[in-house]
Structures are given as C-alpha cells and as structure tokens.
T-cell receptor, first 112, second 116 residues
C-alpha cells in the first residue's frame, strides 16, 4: 500500500531558528515528490516539486532534499519567521497520472 | 485575479439533507479534483475530472456526487448517504491532469462542512 509518513507531527521553534521536517514514503514506482505549505483554514500552496533525478531544490528560505534510494525527503526552513507557522505537507506521485499520496503533515509553530 | 474560488467558506448540513459545494476556476485548466481533509490525516481524493462531461471516482467517492458541465466549474454534492460528512473540502485543478509530469496542482481556499 502506498504511504507517506511525516515527522514530527508538530514542532515549536523560536523565530530566527532553523528547522528540518522529514518525509518517508513507500510509493512505488515513483514520479515526483512535492512539498506544500498550508495555513490554517486555507488551501495548500506549492513550495517545491522534485523528480527522481533531483536531490535538492530551493524556494527562498525553503530547501527540499530527496533521496530516492532510501525513499526519504526533508524540508529545511532557514531563519524562520512568524509567517512560517503552518502545516507542511509531503505528497508523492506514483505511476498513475492523477494519483497522489498525501502525508498527514507537520504542524509548525514559530514563536517570537 | 486568476485562481480557484470555493464557496461557501462554511456550510452546515442537517441530517438527511444534500448540500452542494461550489468550485470555479479561471486558470483554463482541463483537470479538476475534490479532496477531503480530516484533522491529522492526509488529503483523500473524492472525484476528479480531466474533461468536460467526464469524471472518475477517487478513493472515497461513496456518498458524494459531482458534475462537470463546464470547464470552469466542478460542483460537489454531499448526499445524505454520506454518514460522516464533517470535514474540510478542497477543490484543486491542474493543466492536463498528468501529475506524474511535474504538473502543478493548485488548490482553492476550502469549504468547512459541519453537521448540525
């Protein structure tokens, strides 16, 4: 069964600090891996999309890594800001054109 | 202002009642999707459509129905057969529906449905 597991479930950090969120998946075959940011009560917004051949992709202060051999990804947030408080969702695309497997998300709170 | 518009933001359903959630997009996308989000769980696909007048069931279609009469619109009806409808419902769209090809998926702002 295709699964995407994220850790930790929740995280509290101080403003200005860095943090790393983890994503492990069992989706096979693999097409791409996506990270989304979702503010409370809003729809998810895309941060990065990575294919099998990409092992790092950045979007401002967000840097995603992918290890397709171990089926792991991470999202690193640098110099956190209060506006980074949100849920971060890892999503994996398999071989069916319209099927995505979503992780349960990591809820990040950045405190002043 | 391009994007996906969902309405209403909040909706309440009485027992035995059908309710319809609206989703409109002006991105000229062929593919549209409906997802259900429960607290702490991953999004689950309810229905999707890649072309007008055609749609396919997702993983949890029971108790839901959709129509795709226009490219821009993909309304979702939550029927009385759906016994646990309380959830956050998200509509999304993509250019062609081939999400294996790094195609971006755009989401609306969601509708929170609660049972009275």
């Amino acid at each position: 069964k295709n699964q995407v597991e994220q850790s930790p479930q929740s995280l509290i950090i101080l403003e200005g600090k860095n943090c790393t969120l983890q994503c492990n998946y069992t989706v096979s075959p693999f097409s791409n891996l996506r990270w989304y940011k979702q503010d409370t009560g809003r729809g998810p917004v895309s941060l990065t999309i990575m294919t099998f051949s990409e092992n790092t992709k950045s979007n401002g202060r967000y840097t995603a890594t992918l290890d397709a051999d171990t089926k792991q990804s991470s999202l690193h947030i640098t110099a956190s800001q209060l506006s980074d408080s949100a849920s971060y969702i890892c999503v994996v695309s398999g071989d069916a054109g319209n099927m995505l497997t979503f992780g349960g998300g990591t809820r990040l709170m950045v405190k002043p | 202002d391009g994007g996906i518009t969902q309405s209403p933001k909040y909706l309440f359903r009485k027992e035995g009642q059908n309710v319809t959630l609206s989703c409109e997009q002006n991105l000229n996308h062929d593919a549209m999707y409906w997802y259900r989000q429960d607290p702490g769980q991953g999004l689950r696909l309810i229905y999707y459509s890649q072309i007008v007048n055609d749609f396919q069931k997702g993983d949890i279609a029971e108790g839901y129905s959709v129509s795709r009469e226009k490219k821009e619109s993909f309304p979702l009806t939550v029927t009385s057969a759906q016994k646990n409808p309380t959830a956050f419902y998200l509509c999304a769209s993509s250019m062609t529906g081939d999400l294996t090809a790094n195609e971006k998926l755009f989401f609306g702002s969601g509708t929170q449905l609660s049972v009275l």
